[in-house]
């Protein structure tokens, strides 16, 4: 009798609020129409990219599957772990607002980055920063170096269309793809080959993939930095990193619109991999550096906007398609401001780099054998100093027709369509 009437009063109680339910449902919709509405509009009327964009961008990017390869579970799996909060979180709950985040990108090797993550637990001022790491696909290896970091904020993002995780369909290899130079109407095989008549190889392709789905990835995909307003420095698994980069850097993001307006970005390290600095009293202006660079998020709109130059330019570096393509196409010098010592160095495996003696940095056996000496222990850049400016320095620029390696049609769209899945309407790349 009891649980009847009991029931009976539920029953009542229903019918009584559901009035209630449909009008509150009602006026949820609405204002969920009207603060869309609103969005576009905002879009529409002001020309400030940034904070409007960023309404509009959504990490979950399930609409976007058509314009994607289909995936297999690995790949789903390791989507899923990319939304993972942050570790170390309770030791190191406040990050500094003045936070420059540092982005470390990584393929698969572990001894590099052993001495890496070694190099980055003595940088002064890591703790007010989150690292967030950026795997090529998935060695475990790899991860579990990166699960025993205790001085910062960590989070771990994997590639999940890294053609790797592949074993036999596109970005992969499929049964059907053309191999080096065979020719695709003869023997009925898929592909385009680049510019010197090869096909691609998914081991060439896999870091120009990399790194613009992490930039992608990282801007305008991850609840942890889409709203970051500050600089993100980019470092790989084998630069090794002195102690004085951090406050160097913040130092030079600092003094940048100042001293250098041209400047786009900071970097740790010369553009010149082999040097190490000139060791004036001064601050040096130069083509941008692929060690240690940190820009903010107008530069990356700025990028971003280039994503058919980036992604059509026959070349498999990404590095080298940026200097070719990208930058010329800004119609203005592309500066980087950094001190007269460096902060980062490249290092490689020893005895590789023939002719050049012990010079070089170098690893082995995870044993390296780069000296850090006081003056790179502490911030060692000036406010009072110039910029010395170097114009016309050599390399790589605009002109250049690429070493290839990037010609098949499906890395070009695979490449394009990342820069669209963090888009809502993801058909038209907005900016
Ligand atoms: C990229 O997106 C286009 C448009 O949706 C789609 O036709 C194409 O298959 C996608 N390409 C790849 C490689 O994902
Ligand atoms: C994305 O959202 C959809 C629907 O909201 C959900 O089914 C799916 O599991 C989410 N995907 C990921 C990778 O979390
Ligand atoms: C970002 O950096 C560029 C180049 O240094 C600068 O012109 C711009 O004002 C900066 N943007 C913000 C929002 O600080």
């Not at 006026?27 to 603060?35: A, K, N, R, S, T």
């Not at 960590?154 to 191999?179: E, M, T």
């Not at 930058?327 to 023939?354: D, E, M, N, W």
Request: some cysteine; proline content about 5%.
């Amino acid at each position: 009798m009891a649980s009847l009437k009991k029931s009976r009063f539920k029953v009542v109680a229903f019918r009584r609020l559901l009035p209630v339910v449909v009008i509150t449902l009602l006026g949820v919709l609405l204002l969920i129409f009207l603060l869309r509405t609103n969005s576009t509009l905002n879009f529409v009327t002001r020309s400030s990219d940034e904070v409007v964009e960023d309404n509009k961008l959504s990490y979950n990017y399930s609409e976007f599957r058509d314009h994607l390869p289909h995936q297999n579970e690995l790949s789903i799996s390791l989507e899923k772990r990319n939304q993972l909060p942050p570790r170390n979180r309770d030791q190191y709950p406040n990050l500094a607002s003045d936070r420059i985040v540092i982005v470390l990108y990584v393929h698969n090797r572990p001894q590099y980055l052993q001495v890496v993550v070694q190099s980055l637990s003595r940088v002064v001022g890591i703790s007010e920063t989150i690292l967030i790491v950026s795997h090529d696909g998935y060695f475990e290896g790899m991860n579990k170096i990166v699960e025993g970091i205790k001085f910062c904020q960590v989070k771990q993002i994997f590639a999940p269309y890294s053609p790797h995780l592949f074993s036999n369909s596109f970005p992969g290899v499929s049964p059907r793809d053309c191999k080096e130079k065979d020719d695709a109407t003869n023997k009925h095989c898929e592909g385009n080959p680049d510019q010197y008549g090869n096909h691609r190889s998914p081991k060439i392709v896999s870091l120009k993939h990399h790194w613009w789905w992490m930039m992608n990835t990282v801007w305008d995909g991850l609840q942890e930095t889409r709203s970051h307003s500050g600089h993100i420095l980019f470092i790989e698994e084998d630069h090794f990193i002195f102690p004085n980069a951090y406050r160097n850097l913040q130092l030079l993001i600092a003094l940048k619109p100042k001293k250098c307006p041209d400047c786009y970005a900071a970097n740790l390290a010369p553009s010149d991999v082999k040097s190490q600095g000139e060791g004036w009293e001064s601050l040096i202006a130069e083509r941008m550096g692929n060690v240690g660079y940190a820009f903010n998020r107008t530069v990356w709109r700025k990028i971003h906007r280039k994503a058919r130059e980036f992604c059509f330019f026959d070349e498999y570096n990404w590095d080298i398609t940026m200097w070719a393509t990208v930058y010329p196409s800004f119609g203005h010098p592309v500066y980087t401001l950094r001190g007269p010592r460096t902060s980062a160095i490249h290092f490689g495996k020893c005895g590789l780099h023939q002719g050049q003696g012990d010079k070089n940095a170098c690893i082995d056996n995870g044993v390296v054998n780069i000296q850090v000496e006081e003056s790179d222990k502490v911030a060692n850049i000036k406010s009072e100093w110039e910029v010395q400016v170097y114009k016309h320095q050599a390399g790589y620029q605009a002109g250049f027709k690429g070493w290839g390696g990037w010609g098949d049609e499906r890395d070009r769209q695979l490449c394009l369509n990342f820069s669209k899945i963090y888009h809502l309407g993801g058909n038209r790349p907005r900016s």
